[in-house]
C-alpha cells in the first residue's frame, strides 16, 4: 500500500467543501465476489447485477506489482509542487483537476488526473501530466489500461452469456472498439491539517453520482472511503482491497439491459487522517453507438424503457447536469417509479 505521508495543498480558490456529520454507516461483509475463474462466475455476475450493480472481482489476472506501480507513480505526480501540477489543468475534460468536478459547481475533496483511454485521440493537458513525471508514468498507465480493458471485456462478456445475449461479444465488442471514447481516472483524496475539526466533520470526497458508461472498474489502495447506495436508501461502505477490482454498472449498461440492472449510486468520503488514492476505468462506446435495450434481451419496441440516443448525446446531457443529477430521466420513454426513488433518495 502506497499514500502521501505530507497533506496535499488542493486549489485555494475553492474554500467550501461540503461535509457531513459522522453517521452510522453499515459496513457490509455481502457485497457480492466473483471469482472470475469459478465455473458459475457468469451467473454470479448477473445476480450481483440485478441485486446491487456493483461487485467485486477477485483472481482478474492483472498482475498486482503493476497496479503498485501505477500507484506510486500516480502518488510521486501528486505529491509534485502545485504549480508544475497546475500546467497540466484545469482539466478539459482531460487533464488535472484539483477539488473542482466538472463544470456545474460540485466540489469535493479531491484531486485528479482524467486521462483519454484512447491512444487515436491526443490531449494537450494529457501531455501535460506526462512532461511533469517519468517515463514510466505513461508506461505504467498505458499498460495497466491495456490490463483493464481486458478484465472488462471478460466480465461484460460474462455477463453477455449470463443474460444469454447473442452475439455473445455484443457489450464487450463496444468497449473493444478502437473509437471506444474510455478513460482512466486517477483520483487522490489527500490528508488534511486540522486534525482536530477532521474528527468532527467526515469531508466530501466525490459526491454522490451515477457513472454513464458501460462498465467502471475500480481498485483504491487499503484506505476506506468508497459507499454505494442500496435500493431502500442506505448507504453500505465498501471495505477496501487493493488487490481486487470492484466493478460498477453504468448508465448504458442499465439502458441496455432495459432497467435489468442498475446502474449503481455511489460517493467517496474522504478520510482527511489517512489519503486514498484509486484508479477507475470508465469502459465507454463510441460516440456514435446507439443505446437502446438489447434486441435479444427486448425484442419488441414497445417494451423499451427507454428512448434511443447515441453515447454522444448522453455524454452532452450527462456534461451538463450535476453530479447528483438522474440523468437518465431525460431518456426514459415511461416513468421508473421505482428506480426513480432509489436514486433520488
Given at each position: 500500500?502506497?499514500?502521501?505521508?505530507?497533506?496535499?495543498?488542493?486549489?485555494?480558490?475553492?474554500?467550501?467543501?461540503?461535509?457531513?456529520?459522522?453517521?452510522?454507516?453499515?459496513?457490509s461483509?455481502?457485497?457480492?465476489?466473483v471469482?472470475?475463474?469459478?465455473?458459475?462466475?457468469k451467473?454470479?455476475?448477473?445476480?450481483?447485477?440485478?441485486?446491487?450493480?456493483?461487485?467485486k472481482?477477485?483472481?482478474h489476472?492483472?498482475?498486482?506489482?503493476?497496479?503498485?506501480?501505477?500507484?506510486?507513480?500516480?502518488?510521486?505526480?501528486?505529491?509534485?509542487?502545485?504549480?508544475?501540477?497546475?500546467?497540466?489543468?484545469?482539466?478539459?475534460?482531460?487533464g488535472?483537476g484539483?477539488k473542482?468536478?466538472?463544470?456545474?459547481?460540485?466540489v469535493?475533496?479531491?484531486?485528479?488526473?482524467?486521462?483519454?483511454?484512447?491512444?487515436?485521440?491526443?490531449?494537450?493537458?494529457?501531455?501535460a501530466v506526462?512532461?511533469?513525471?517519468?517515463l514510466?508514468?505513461?508506461?505504467?498507465?498505458?499498460?495497466?489500461?491495456?490490463?483493464?480493458?481486458?478484465v472488462?471485456?471478460k466480465?461484460?462478456?460474462?455477463?453477455?452469456e449470463?443474460?444469454?445475449?447473442?452475439?455473445?461479444d455484443?457489450?464487450?465488442?463496444?468497449v473493444?472498439?478502437?473509437?471506444?471514447?474510455?478513460?482512466?481516472r486517477?483520483?487522490?483524496?489527500?490528508?488534511?491539517?486540522?486534525?482536530?475539526?477532521?474528527?468532527?466533520?467526515?469531508?466530501?470526497?466525490?459526491?454522490?453520482?451515477?457513472?454513464?458508461?458501460?462498465?467502471?472498474?475500480?481498485?483504491?489502495?487499503?484506505?476506506?472511503?468508497?459507499?454505494?447506495?442500496?435500493?431502500d436508501?442506505s448507504w453500505?461502505?465498501?471495505?477496501?482491497?487493493?488487490?481486487s477490482?470492484?466493478?460498477?454498472?453504468g448508465d448504458a449498461?442499465?439502458?441496455?439491459?432495459?432497467?435489468r440492472?442498475?446502474?449503481?449510486k455511489?460517493?467517496?468520503?474522504?478520510?482527511t487522517?489517512r489519503?486514498?488514492?484509486?484508479?477507475?476505468?470508465f469502459?465507454?462506446?463510441?460516440l456514435?453507438?446507439k443505446?437502446?435495450p438489447?434486441?435479444?434481451?427486448?425484442p419488441?419496441?414497445?417494451?423499451?424503457?427507454?428512448?434511443?440516443?447515441?453515447w454522444?448525446?448522453y455524454?452532452?446531457?450527462?456534461?451538463?447536469?450535476?453530479l447528483g443529477?438522474?440523468?437518465?430521466?431525460?431518456?426514459?420513454?415511461?416513468?421508473?417509479l421505482?428506480?426513480?426513488?432509489?436514486?433520488?433518495?
Open positions: 500500500m502506497v499514500v502521501l505521508s505530507h497533506p496535499a495543498a488542493l486549489d485555494n480558490h475553492i474554500s467550501v467543501i461540503p461535509t457531513y456529520k459522522p453517521v452510522p454507516v453499515l459496513t461483509h455481502s457485497i457480492p465476489v471469482d472470475l475463474t469459478h465455473p458459475e462466475a451467473t454470479l455476475i448477473v445476480k450481483a447485477c440485478e441485486e446491487f450493480g456493483f461487485f472481482v477477485v483472481n489476472g492483472v498482475c498486482p506489482d503493476l497496479m503498485t506501480r501505477l500507484e506510486q507513480e500516480a502518488v510521486g505526480f501528486f505529491a509534485l509542487p502545485q504549480s508544475l501540477k497546475n500546467q497540466a489543468g484545469p482539466p478539459e475534460p482531460y488535472y484539483s473542482r468536478i466538472g463544470p456545474n459547481g460540485d469535493g475533496w479531491i484531486e485528479y488526473i482524467l486521462l483519454n483511454a484512447n491512444p487515436q485521440l491526443s490531449s494537450a493537458k494529457t501531455s506526462f512532461s511533469q513525471s517519468p514510466i508514468f505513461r508506461e505504467a498507465v498505458e499498460e495497466y489500461m491495456k490490463e483493464v480493458k481486458e472488462s471485456c466480465v461484460l462478456g460474462m455477463m453477455a449470463g443474460l444469454g445475449i447473442e452475439p455473445r455484443s457489450l464487450s465488442k463496444m473493444r472498439d478502437e473509437k471506444s471514447d474510455s478513460c482512466l486517477l483520483n487522490h483524496y489527500p490528508t488534511a491539517e486540522e486534525e482536530e475539526e477532521a474528527e468532527k466533520m467526515v469531508k466530501v470526497g466525490f459526491g454522490e453520482h451515477t457513472d454513464p458508461q458501460i462498465i467502471s472498474v475500480l481498485r483504491s489502495n487499503n484506505t476506506a472511503g468508497l459507499q454505494i447506495c442500496m435500493k436508501g453500505v461502505a465498501v471495505p477496501p482491497d487493493h488487490s477490482f470492484f466493478i460498477n454498472v449498461l442499465q439502458v441496455m439491459t432495459n432497467g440492472f442498475k446502474s449503481v455511489h460517493r467517496v468520503l474522504a478520510d487522517r489519503s486514498r488514492v484509486s484508479m477507475i476505468y469502459g465507454g462506446p463510441t456514435s453507438q443505446i437502446t438489447l434486441p435479444s434481451l427486448v419488441k419496441q414497445e417494451d423499451w424503457l427507454y428512448k434511443e440516443f447515441t454522444s448525446q455524454k452532452s446531457s450527462a456534461y451538463k447536469s450535476k443529477d438522474y440523468r437518465l430521466g431525460l431518456f426514459e420513454r415511461q416513468p421508473l421505482t428506480h426513480r426513488s432509489h436514486v433520488r433518495d
